[in-house]
């Protein structure tokens, strides 16, 4: 596998371009914008794009949303 042109951190989602590569896995990474530097919690943009596919799989229904109306509130009950 070749090297990425950067890989994700998985503790703030940013792209990190500040790594070293090493035959098919992240060797050394170093995050800037939240200082983590475990290779084990970041991940390869193609790994990370899949899963957020899968994510928004779950949008479909937005027009279901149903507006139930205020009738429950004009009562003036005091
Ligand atoms: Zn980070």
Request: include cysteine; charge should be negative; glycine fraction near 6%.
């Amino acid at each position: 596998m070749a090297r990425p042109d950067y890989i994700i951190c998985l503790e703030c989602e940013t792209e990190v371009k500040d790594f070293s590569w090493r035959i098919g896995q992240i060797h050394r990474a170093k995050c800037e914008a939240c200082g983590n530097d475990d290779p084990d919690t970041f991940s390869l943009p193609e790994d990370f794009e899949a899963a957020v596919d899968e994510a928004q799989d779950e949008d479909e229904d937005e027009d279901e949303y149903q507006d139930y109306g205020d009738d429950d509130e004009d009562e003036g009950d005091e």
